[in-house]
Nanobody
Framework: QVQLVESGGGLVQPGESLRLSCKVSGVLFNIHDMGWYRQVLGKPRELVARIDVSGNTNYADFVQGRFVISRDNAKRTHYLQMHNLKPDDTAIYYC??????????WGQGTQVIVSS
């Protein structure tokens, strides 16, 4: 059974940076495109960034060059480096496959709060 463990969130001020991590177990990590999603209470979950098995990436329009997704297949982990965070980035961030419905389950997510 797949396990997705997100970490790295926190409370930061606008303009600061965070690096999120997602540890994946229970599946062959290196054969899956992976993605980061985020959700604000009362709104649908949305894709933030996606990385395929070859390392090609794409990002949601709202990222505007501020985030970088990467993966380390040896560690079964992928990352989201976020720079110049804005209050609108406040959300719970989740990882899953690069396209939904994903693995069919979600981790607990990691909370990001951007506030002065």
């Amino acid at each position: 059974q797949v396990q997705l463990v997100e970490s790295g969130g926190g409370l930061v001020q606008p303009g600061e940076s965070l690096r999120l991590s997602c540890k994946v177990s229970g599946v062959l990590f290196n054969i899956h495109d992976m993605g980061w999603y985020r959700q604000v209470l009362g709104k649908p979950r949305e894709l933030v960034a996606r990385i395929d098995v070859s390392g090609n990436t794409n990002y949601a329009d709202f990222v505007q060059g501020r985030f970088v997704i990467s993966r380390d297949n040896a560690k079964r982990t992928h990352y989201l480096q976020m720079h110049n965070l804005k209050p609108d980035d406040t959300a719970i961030y989740y990882c899953n496959k690069g396209r939904l419905p994903g693995f069919g389950s979600w981790g607990q997510g990691t909370q990001v709060i951007v506030s002065s």
